[in-house]
Every structure is written in C-alpha cells, then in structure tokens.
C-alpha cells in the first residue's frame, strides 16, 4: 500500500524542500553491533544467519515512516512496508545477481520464502536472478563477508527521486569476547534525519540481543 503526503499540512515539508531541491544531500554512517546473542541463537536453532540479518533490518525500517518514503506516479508519499533487495554470490565465477524476498512480519514465513527463493533463483546469474522486476517497494541491503570495514559509503540519486536507506553488513570480528559486526547506513537527508537513524539502530540492537523470541513464530 503507499499512502500520499499531504505536503502543505507536513511537518517535514521545508526540511524535505532543502535536502532535495535546493542542496540535494545524502549521508552514511557506520557503526559496530553486538552479534554475540543473535549468532549463537541463529547457529543453535541450525539456521543461517543472513536471512535472519536481513528481516531484522527490514523490520525495524519498517518501524519509520520516513525511511519508506518515495515518489511513485510523480507522487511523494510512503509505502507501509520495504522490502530487501540483496545480493546472492556465485561462487563460480565471482559474480553477484539481486534477489529479493517479500517481508512477512513472522520470521518463519521470511524464511522460508527465504530458502524457497534461493532453491528456485540462487543459481541465476546476470543482475537480476529472479525473472520479474523488483518491487517498486525494494530497498537495498546487503552484506560484504569478507571483509571488516570501518566504514563504508554509497551515494546514487542521480536521474531519479530515491528515498531509500541502503544498508551494508561487513566482516564479523571478536572484541573482547564478543562478535561485533560493521554495519553502514546510507540515507537522503531530504526525509530522514540522524535521530531516525539513531531510533533504527537502537531498536535493531535490541532485537538482535532477544531474537530468541522470534524463533517462536
């Protein structure tokens, strides 16, 4: 579903106006997060840990209005839910093709679709892996395993309106004993601020400490 902005009667409209007209500006930040408790409740349970990575970041986008803004029909206004947009590597010859999965609030059913989707596409090079065109509601996330950045920074707005966050993942390393993952978040300021960012993170941290209660589902 996407839902118009009445822009007269928004509160962002002025900020909206600047960030996007007069200096169109985008930013990324990156932060460490405690992976400790989601690795150990992920690998007990015998499941894969990037799927479970990728609906805790869809779900906690999900939280905000503004990270789910976009303009669709010449329209500016917000999906009611994102859905990933991720790379799946071809250990064969290097490459990488997108994929996607549709969000389900259950955990369970985002994994399964999760699986479903890689049995069926994940051998499918060239860009796009699955044959239909992504959802008008697909935002980009994903990961580079191989290795630990400190940060890392992606900025497209050229010939399109593009509201988006774009979410990367990097190597897992052990401080102190714990697992504490890179995480970068790149967004147009024209519609989310660092606070939004700051609620996104705080939220995500949590869920990762108690995502036993999520393996319920």
Same mark, same amino acid.
């Given at each position: 579903? !996407? ?17 996007? /007209? ?24 015998? *499941?894969?840990? =990037? ?7 869809? /779900? ?6 503004? +990270?789910?803004?976009?303009? /669709? ?11 990933? *947009? ?23 059913? !985002? ?9 069926? +596409? ?26 630990? +950045? ?13 509201? +988006? ?6 190597? =897992? ?30 939220? *995500? ?9 999520? *393996?319920?589902?």
């Amino acid at each position: 579903m !996407f839902t118009p902005i009445d822009f007269k009667s928004w509160s962002r409209r002025e900020t909206f106006y600047y960030f996007s /007209k007069m200096a169109p500006t985008g930013y990324s930040l990156t932060v460490s997060l405690d992976v400790t408790s989601l690795y150990r409740t992920v690998k007990s349970a015998g *499941l894969k840990f =990037f799927p479970a990575y990728l609906w805790l970041v869809t /779900k906690n986008l999900n939280r905000q209005t503004e +990270f789910k803004c976009a303009v /669709k029909d010449g329209v500016l206004g917000y999906f009611d839910t994102l859905v990933p *947009l991720y790379a799946t590597f071809h250990q064969d010859d290097g490459t990488f093709s997108l994929m996607w999965t549709e969000y389900s609030e259950n955990f369970g059913e !985002f994994y399964r679709q999760y699986l479903k989707n890689q049995e069926q +596409f994940g051998d499918h090079h060239g860009i796009l892996s699955q044959p239909q065109t992504p959802p008008e509601n697909a935002y980009t996330v994903s990961c580079i395993p191989w290795v630990h +950045f400190e940060h890392f920074a992606v900025h497209s707005y050229e010939n399109k309106e593009y509201y +988006f966050p774009s979410v990367e993942a990097g190597k =897992f390393e052990e401080r102190d004993g714990r697992l504490m993952m890179p995480l970068s978040v790149t967004c147009h300021h024209a519609t989310t601020d660092g606070y939004h960012v700051h609620l996104f993170l705080e939220s *995500l941290q949590e869920d990762m400490n108690g995502f036993e209660k999520y *393996l319920s589902q």
